[in-house]
């Protein structure tokens, strides 16, 4: 049967023409010829910014006393292993946090780049996390196995964390030395570790227009470990979702403004959530539109999503969404430890499936999973309402939001502090700085608007947004809808809603899909227990093969 592929995240999105009346979110093709899949061929492969040499100058030393028979025994307790599962190790006292960043920096320098099997998906490492690592290993306190406490995490690289740069992945923010974002904030004081920062596509994948997702000139191309230079990383949050499918940390935090969470998670068989817009701060981190922004949890397992989400949530007041919104604190893992009985949970959901995506094998594999264990699946039709004008809400926001960053919390320093002047630093050295041309900033360039003009189009797309979903959620009482990968990701951008994915299986060619749920403001925790609940008849989610 047809199989339907997706494997753009919003570049699709961005790169449509200011008039054009719907953003383009699927791609079709069909199956691949698994008896001979063609490698991808890559303008621009490693980083000309960035090398081995950089990243690790502080760790030499640790690494090299980190030895193979080290390395195997943690290995057991901490690959494929969920947050719990680790800290209940680390509780009854066969691991520390220090063998666990150890573990995980021996990881990266083995797989990550300059090698036969890179990935690139690792921008920077946290030079002190180490040294907090055994600060912690000191503490006397209890040990909560469903707490962050102690656990490496990644950052998305438009991500501001103290003692590493935040380049967005571009060159002009090189030396974008800032303090800490006010997730950073909230992930420091659960006790978190920083690792590092992850590549990404660059600017979010608001810049190039024609590059491939996943590349940045400084980070260079992410590859999926699945299908090195086969399969699409997707994007933005293309490191985010490659390193935390190569176990590279615990987890990763990405960014998404219209399927950048959605896409590479999907990608990289790894749960991803797009939270409700002003449920997490955008403060300190770069940005793309402040209308539709937000950063979200990218994780191998959905308890682990839980456990960060928790830590990631807090009301900044320097943020007018989160202001907005002033979400009221949730306990999300709390949900899913009372699921004794996943067939019965599912026997009082209803879900609704379209009929025109179980074309799809693994999405009507899916569907009929859900009703064996219980739940009541609604076939819908898909509704034919369009995005108008969707593209320029980036543009126009960009105009705006990304000077404000560089003013707010970006680097003193920094020279160029907006699109035009990124532009003209770019043709400086066209071959580094932009090999695949920078056509989406010259179009926020070109683009104005009104502010009754730019409030009208924001108000449309929220209208028609929220109708796409409403509608049969109201009409048949569902408790959230079914999609795959980032599949009517927009829409959810533009209504605001949260949406998740999980691992659903792989196509032939060992490509990974996602099913997505989505459901109107502040569901997260539904759709967590939903997804936790798909999760337990599913296990989809497979180890790549190549990175053990």
């Given at each position: 049967m047809k199989q339907i592929v997706i494997f753009l995240a919003c570049i699709a999105l961005f790169s449509c023409k200011q008039n054009k009346e719907t953003p383009s979110e699927e791609v079709t093709q069909s199956p691949a010829d698994t008896t001979a899949v063609k490698e991808r061929e890559y303008a621009v492969l490693d980083s000309k910014v960035i090398n081995n040499e950089a990243i690790w100058g502080d760790f030499d030393t640790d690494l090299g006393d980190f030895l193979h028979s080290d390395y195997n025994r943690i290995s057991a307790l901490v690959i494929e292993k969920t947050i719990p599962e680790i800290k209940q190790s680390i509780a009854d006292?066969?691991?520390?946090?220090?063998?666990?960043?150890?573990?995980?920096?021996?990881?990266?320098?083995?797989?990550?780049?300059?090698?036969?099997?890179?990935?690139?998906?690792?921008?920077?490492?946290?030079?002190?996390?180490?040294?907090?690592?055994?600060?912690?290993?000191?503490?006397?306190?209890?040990?909560?196995?469903?707490?962050?406490?102690?656990?490496?995490?990644?950052?998305?690289?438009?991500?501001?964390?103290?003692?590493?740069?935040?380049?967005?992945?571009?060159?002009?923010?090189?030396?974008?030395n800032a303090d800490d974002s006010f997730i950073v904030e909230r992930l420091k004081e659960s006790g978190a570790l920083i690792l590092g920062k992850a590549n990404l596509s660059e600017w979010a994948?608001?810049?190039?227009?024609?590059?491939?997702?996943?590349?940045?000139?400084?980070?260079?191309?992410?590859?999926?470990?699945?299908?090195?230079?086969?399969?699409?990383?997707?994007?933005?949050?293309?490191?985010?979702?490659?390193?935390?499918?190569?176990?590279?940390?615990?987890?990763?935090?990405?960014?998404?403004?219209?399927?950048?969470?959605?896409?590479p998670s999907s990608s990289n068989s790894v749960v991803g959530l797009k939270p409700t817009i002003g449920l997490l701060s955008r403060g300190g981190i770069v940005p793309i539109s402040s209308t539709l922004d937000t950063p979200g949890p990218m994780t191998k397992f959905v308890i682990d999503n839980?456990?960060?989400?928790?830590?990631?949530?807090?009301?900044?007041?320097?943020?007018?969404?989160?202001?907005?919104?002033?979400?009221?604190?949730?306990?999300?893992?709390?949900?899913?430890?009372?699921?004794?009985?996943?067939?019965?949970?599912?026997?009082?959901?209803?879900l609704g499936y379209f009929k025109g995506s179980m074309?799809?094998?693994?999405?009507?594999?899916?569907?009929?999973?859900?009703?064996?264990?219980?739940?009541?699946?609604?076939?819908?039709?898909?509704?034919?309402?369009?995005?108008?004008?969707?593209?320029?809400?980036?543009?126009?926001?960009?105009?705006?939001?990304?000077?404000?960053?560089?003013?707010?919390y970006g680097d003193k320093s920094i020279s160029q502090r907006d699109v035009k002047s990124i532009t003209t630093f770019n043709k400086e050295d066209s071959i580094v700085r932009m090999p695949?041309?920078?056509?989406?900033?010259?179009?926020?360039?070109?683009?104005?608007?009104?502010?009754?003009?730019f409030a009208a189009i924001k108000d449309t797309l929220q209208t028609n947004g929220r109708a796409f979903f409403d509608i049969p959620l109201k009409e048949n009482d569902l408790d959230a809808v079914l999609s795959i990968n980032n599949y009517m990701a927009g829409y959810a951008a533009v209504a605001k809603y949260p949406a998740i994915t999980v691992s659903m299986g792989y196509q032939e060619d060992n490509r990974p899909m996602g099913l997505t749920f989505m459901a109107p403001t502040l569901s997260e925790k539904k759709l967590l227990e939903l997804a936790y609940a798909y999760e337990s008849i599913s296990h989809k989610r497979k180890f790549p093969s190549d990175y053990k």
């Open positions: 006292g066969d691991l520390t946090y220090e063998d666990l960043v150890l573990f995980y920096l021996s990881r990266i320098k083995k797989f990550d780049r300059e090698n036969d099997l890179s990935l690139n998906s690792v921008i920077a490492v946290n030079p002190d996390v180490l040294e907090q690592a055994k600060a912690l290993d000191e503490s006397t306190e209890e040990i909560d196995i469903y707490s962050i406490k102690g656990m490496p995490i990644l950052l998305k690289d438009n991500i501001d964390a103290a003692g590493m740069p935040t380049t967005a992945g571009a060159v002009a923010f090189e030396n974008n994948y608001f810049f190039c227009g024609d590059c491939p997702s996943g590349y940045s000139a400084v980070g260079g191309q992410t590859l999926n470990p699945y299908g090195r230079k086969i399969h699409d990383t997707g994007g933005s949050s293309s490191g985010s979702g490659v390193a935390t499918a190569a176990n590279f940390a615990v987890a990763a935090i990405g960014t998404e403004t219209s399927g950048s969470i959605l896409s839980a456990i960060l989400l928790n830590a990631l949530t807090g009301k900044d007041n320097a943020d007018p969404a989160s202001k907005k919104l002033n979400a009221p604190r949730e306990d999300y893992v709390a949900g899913i430890k009372v699921i004794d009985d996943v067939k019965q949970f599912l026997s009082e959901k209803r074309e799809d094998t693994l999405y009507a594999q899916a569907v009929n999973d859900l009703k064996s264990a219980g739940a009541t699946m609604v076939e819908l039709e898909r509704q034919d309402i369009k995005l108008p004008q969707f593209g320029r809400v980036l543009n126009l926001d960009m105009q705006k939001d990304l000077p404000d960053y560089v003013e707010k695949y041309g920078q056509k989406l900033f010259y179009g926020i360039l070109a683009d104005s608007a009104s502010a009754k003009e």
